[in-house]
């Protein structure tokens, strides 16, 4: 039976761990060639390894044009083309206003912000030569509403969903859409590292109507969606997976 994604060429970001190395899994699974990467080459390696002949790793740093400019150029090499982005690294640091200093500020907007806006830029140079393509960011429920003790986070997570939409109008003439995803409280090192007294399972299970925490595969199967061809008549659209936190 042919795949989802069968054939298509994927990059992903920040796919070491988390959610990226379960988006990175599925789409491989449903017959996408995967580029995993990360800013931590051992562990895009690790999950490379794992899903084993339809995938490659690269190190990748989405705050260095030079980073995506040297990775464009391999997969270019070795492809020819990229089917499917999935802007998904990202870092979280609680600090609300007072808290967060102008380079803690700067770093944020560096990785969740313009890291999105270059791999666009760049994944869009590719898919413009294949003749189209998919492009996922990813933003989450912090960029639908105000958490301010993530002041930084919440607004990069608001500006994604921004530069998605204007991209999104942008790219429709070559058949490039620009779609995102706001996941809601995810079992990933992200919530634990950023709230490491937080129990992650109990508070998915008060917070979220369905009652549970959200698990990487959950986010992963909005992606895989908006990655295929199934989603061919959807571009600056958004698709909210949180188990109904913020309905
Ligand atoms: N976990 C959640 O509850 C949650 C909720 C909403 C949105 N999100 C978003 O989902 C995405 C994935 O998060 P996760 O929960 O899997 O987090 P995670 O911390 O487990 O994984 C993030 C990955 O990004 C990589 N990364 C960090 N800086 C990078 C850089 N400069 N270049 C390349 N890679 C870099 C990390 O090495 C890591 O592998 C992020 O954009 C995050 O903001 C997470």
Known sequence: MRGRVEGKVVLVTGAGRGQG?????????????????????DEAAAVAGAIGDASWHARLDVADQASWAELGARIEDRHGRLD????????????DLWATDLGLFERIVAI??????????????????????????????????????FLAYTGTKW????????????????????????????????????LPELDVAAFGAQTAPLGRTGQPVDVARAVLF?????SAYMTGAELIVDGGVTA
Not at 84 to 95: F, K, Q, T
Not at 226 to 230: N, P, R, V, Y
């Open 112 to 149: 969740n912000q313009t890291g999105t806006y270059l791999g666009m830029r760049f994944g869009a140079e590719l898919m413009k030569r294949s003749g189209g393509g998919s492009i996922v960011n990813v933003s989450s429920i912090a960029g639908s509403r105000a958490d301010p003790l």
């Open 226 to 230: 908006l990655i295929s061809d199934e």
């Open 84 to 95: 499917g982005l999935v802007n998904n690294a990202g870092i979280a640091v609680m600090a």
């Open 21 to 41: 190395a379960a988006h990175a899994r599925l789409l491989a699974a449903e017959g996408a060639t995967v580029i995993v990467t990360d800013i931590h080459k």
């Open 159 to 194: 500006a994604v969903r921004g530069l998605s939409r204007a991209a999104a109008r942008t790219l429709a003439p070559d058949a490039i859409r620009v779609n995102v995803v706001l996941p809601g409280i995810i079992d990933t090192p992200m919530l634990t590292e950023a």
